[in-house]
């Protein structure tokens, strides 16, 4: 099992910035992606942004060239840079991994809200 911590989340202004972390503890050699996902009420779970362990990454169009994932292997953590934040980017995100023993694993999720 993998076991996901997120924190960074909260409230912004439109055009700011806000950092996403997510700590990844139990299994974790098993894993070999991992990624954010973001969900607003009434809607399906969309994926953001994804990296691999070979540090390819993969973006969503509605997010590419404002935020950035990046991965710290040595704590096992992974990280969303967002800036230039819009109202549309308000959503549940989640941290994700996936692991060839432990499939899908999912963060409990943080709350990030772009409001003036």
């Known amino acids: 099992q993998v076991q996901l911590v997120e924190s960074g989340g909260g409230l912004v202004q439109p055009g700011g910035s806000l950092r996403l972390s997510c700590a990844a503890s139990g299994s974790i050699f098993s894993i070999y992606a991992m990624g954010w996902y973001r969900q607003v009420p009434g809607k399906q779970r969309e994926l953001v942004a994804t990296?691999?362990?070979?540090?390819?990454?993969n973006y969503a169009d509605s997010v590419k060239g404002r935020f950035t994932i990046s991965r710290d292997n040595a704590k096992n953590t992974v990280y969303l840079q967002m800036s230039s934040l819009k109202p549309e980017d308000t959503a549940v995100y989640y941290c994700?991994?996936?692991?060839?023993?432990?499939?899908?694993?999912w963060g409990q999720g943080t709350q990030v809200t772009v409001s003036s």
């Open positions: 990296i691999t362990n070979g540090g390819s990454t």
């Open positions: 994700n991994t996936r692991g060839f023993t432990t499939g899908t694993s």
